[in-house]
């Protein structure tokens, strides 16, 4: 399946700051990629879905002003966690679908917000 | 919106056992289903995938599909402890090549020696 590459792979920041986290499909040209956040014990929930060119399109109850992404070109997704608060300390992972292996996910980025 | 249910768990069986997952949906026309391990604090990674009714074999594990029921379960036989983790069943979204996944909660498996 697809490689993807996700960095960092920790981050602690401080209220206030912003975080920006990295998709990279390192062997495949992804039109779309999406952006899951998971807390301690739960399931993955989606929130966005990254698509190259244009707007991504976010799930309901999800801060598009709060979680900016951008997919600028067919291998790189980025989403931004803007003044993060510590209620946004998680698990952030990537996903990028490939029609023939399926979905491969990225390694996941755990945020820490103090 | 579309429900993806699995048993509760945790599950816990000896090693060298069978250790049995299900998994129910909601939407009858869903065609592409997913089974995904996910160790503790790491990412998921696919284990099987399923397309047509019936039973998939790929070493140990085996994914079964009846849609009739919209049931999908994963076998894994001759269970080792390093297949203690949380399954999560996945189900595409109907219609969709390349769309979202709707995820079960997962269930925890632990495989003792």
């Known amino acids: 399946g697809a490689v993807v590459s996700q960095h960092p792979s920790r981050v602690i920041c401080k209220s206030g700051t912003s975080v920006k986290i990295e998709c990279r499909s390192l062997d495949f040209q992804a039109t779309t990629m999406f952006w899951y956040r998971q807390f301690p014990k739960k399931s993955l929930m989606l929130m966005a879905t990254s698509n190259e060119g244009s707007k991504a399109t976010y799930e309901q109850g999800v801060e598009k002003d709060k979680f900016l992404i951008n997919h600028a070109s067919l291998t790189l997704s980025t989403l931004t966690v803007t003044s993060a608060h510590p209620e946004d300390s998680s698990f952030y992972i990537c996903?990028?679908?490939?029609?023939?292996?399926?979905?491969?996910f990225g390694s996941g980025t755990r945020l820490t917000v103090v | 919106q579309k429900e993806v249910e699995q048993n509760s768990g945790p599950l816990s069986v000896p090693e060298g056992a069978i250790a049995s997952l299900n998994c129910t949906y909601s939407?009858?026309?869903?065609?592409?289903f997913f089974w995904y391990r996910q160790y503790s604090g790491k990412s998921p990674e696919l284990i099987m995938s399923?397309?047509?009714?019936g039973d998939k074999e790929d070493g140990r594990f085996t994914a079964q599909l009846n849609k009739a029921s919209q049931y999908v379960s994963l076998l894994i036989r001759d269970s080792q402890p390093s297949d203690s983790a949380t399954y999560l069943c996945a189900v595409l979204d109907r219609g969709s090549t390349l769309g979202r996944l709707y995820f079960g909660r997962g269930t925890q498996l632990t495989v003792w020696p």
């Open positions: 939407d009858r026309g869903s065609q592409s």
């Open positions: 996903s990028v679908p490939d029609f023939q292996y399926g979905y491969t």
């Open positions: 399923i397309y047509s009714n």
